[in-house]
């Protein structure tokens, strides 16, 4: 087993990088809840990228970055996939039909989620406990959904674990080429690299049923375009490649919690004890995943 030693000061400020990358990403669902009440879901889930890929292209060339060689291409399209089209389109999808607090639950296993992507991409081989608390953590998501669905788990749960996966291989992705690339400029090429292709099909959407919307629907879109499709992955992507992918992503652990209180406050949702339990039932079990030893093939 092969031991890495990381720099006490650089986790440290990896830690609080990542805190801020958290809080602006806490609000995303219930900012797309806002959204999808007046726009379509793929307005709001493609055409935040555009708008964010557009800021990201001027920022680009004002620094005058240079684009990525090719090796690292394959990294960005995972990263497209995962965390530009994938999350937000089947997170704006589910959040037309759930709470945004019971979807802020459903995505609480994130975190492991994305050790697991890491730990597989790095040729890493977790141990038992790892996979038990992981295990533990899944059933206890499909437990609240199963309750909150009166025995049956709706579709757009399925949707959002999806949608988990989706972003667990952007995330891992990331803060493994964030290294090399930088953390800003990962979510930037990626945005970059993806805009022609979104186009298309927001245009479309838009041309065939407009897009007429409430203030606070454009404000719950301008939320997801500007923090949680760009400045929240800014302090995210830094604070995984400073601080390291399996220290970072504990700060994922608080999520859940902020995207409930955000949805309580801002939505005006009813945060039941189930909620809360269930909260703190999967924290728990990944936060003792985190702890488990992963050992290098």
């Known amino acids: 087993m092969s031991k890495s030693i990381t720099n006490p000061n650089n986790e440290t400020i990896g830690l609080i990088y990542g805190f801020i990358g958290v809080l602006g990403f806490s609000g995303t669902l219930p900012a797309t809840r806002i959204a999808v009440t007046n726009l379509d879901p793929t307005v709001v889930g493609l055409g935040r990228a555009i708008v964010a890929g557009t800021l990201a292209m001027v920022l680009l060339r004002v620094t005058r970055q240079p684009i990525p060689h090719r090796q690292y291409w394959g990294s960005l399209a995972i990263i497209v996939g995962g965390v530009i089209i994938g999350f937000p389109l089947l997170s704006a999808w589910a959040m037309q039909q759930l709470p945004a607090s019971h979807g802020a639950i459903v995505t609480g296993i994130l975190p492991l989620a994305t050790a697991i992507v890491a730990a597989l991409r790095m040729g890493e081989k977790p141990s038992l406990g790892f996979w038990i608390a992981g295990l533990c953590g899944s059933l206890t998501i499909v437990s609240f959904a199963l ?55 927001v245009a479309l959407v838009v041309l065939n049923n407009g897009i ?62 189930l909620m809360v339990v269930t909260a703190i039932i999967v924290v728990i079990a990944v936060a003792i995943g985190r702890k488990q030893p992963v050992e290098r093939i």
């Open 147 to 201: 309750i909150e669905g009166n025995g049956s788990i709706k579709f757009a749960d399925f949707v959002l674990i999806i949608a988990v996966i989706a972003a667990a291989f952007g995330y891992a992705e990331g803060g493994k080429i964030a290294k090399v690339l930088g953390g800003w400029q990962v979510i930037c090429w990626a945005l970059v690299f993806s805009a022609p292709i979104l186009i298309i099909p």
């Open 212 to 273: 007429s919307a409430s203030a606070s629907a454009w404000f719950g879109f301008g939320y997801v375009s500007i923090i949680s499709m760009l400045l929240a992955f800014f302090a995210w992507y830094r604070g995984l490649a400073i601080g390291g992918i399996a220290r970072v992503s504990q700060v994922q652990l608080l999520q859940p919690f902020l995207s409930i209180t955000f949805s309580a406050f801002f939505l005006r949702e009813k945060i039941s004890y």
